[in-house]
């Protein structure tokens, strides 16, 4: 196939388990004739880590296709929200689903993050993340995810039970191990966000080549033309693969597409 673009996801897929590109992995990014774009559940402002790896900052589709950020400018191109009176909804159902439930917000285009005191940080003194006062401040303005966390859940149950809670008025979806649900826009998917970045610059789908390892890759590896799931990847991600590369920890993205592009 004539490839046009790369998509890969990053945590658990471009980068090994030490949150570290390799140098094989630089190495054969600094050779792909054509355009790589990050596509990830980060929000952006968690994007310096990986960009500072690299020679040249790549584009991303951040927050699971909510955010199209551009690093050279700064700039983020298209967000997509999910509104006051559907936050109040979502937030009102899963309270009453899940008594054990415990809710974080990104704000601001993924510039802010706003959760409940119960939740878990890990990134003390961080002045763009803010526990909450009250409830209400969870919804006070749009927000392009939604995060739900239960400590007593398993993680694809709680997808599950999240999932058939919304009913369809907001995609759930996640990317962690432990029982972390992400919630955006109704229709707001890597493979949306991605698609619009690719409608963009008139590229189709079946030119894409696209890398994923968790169920919030599943509708942009099922959108691509070519979908490749990492040898560690979920076992649902793996069943809509059309291939399956070795794992992240052993430079499965690199060694895919140096063998696809017959770099050396």
Partial sequence: ????????????????????????????????????????????????????????????????????????????????SMPVDVLLDVTKRLRDAVPDIVLAVEVED????????????????????????????????????????????????????????????????RSSSSALVEISAAGVTKAAGLAWLCERDGITADQVLAFGDMPNDIPMLTWAGRAVAVGNAHPALQAVADEICETNDNDGVALYLQKTFNLF
């Fill in 110 to 173: 993924g510039r802010s993050f706003l959760h409940e005191e119960a939740w878990p940080i890990r990134w003390a003194g961080d002045h763009r993340i803010q526990v909450i006062s009250s409830p209400s401040e969870l919804t006070s303005a749009p927000a392009v995810k939604l995060l739900a966390r239960s400590a007593s859940a398993d993680p694809d149950d709680f997808l599950a039970l999240v999932s058939n809670t919304l009913g369809g008025m907001a995609e759930a979806t």
């Fill in 1 to 80: 196939m004539s490839f046009r673009l790369v998509a890969t996801d990053i945590d658990g897929t471009l980068i090994n388990n030490e949150r570290v590109l390799t140098r094989r992995t630089l190495d054969v990014l600094a050779q792909v004739p054509v355009p790589v774009i990050l596509v990830t559940g980060r929000p952006f402002r968690w994007l310096d880590q990986l960009q500072d790896q690299l020679p040249n900052p790549l584009p991303a589709v951040c927050a699971n296709g909510a955010v199209i950020y551009d690093p050279h400018t700064d700039e983020v191109l298209r967000a997509d």
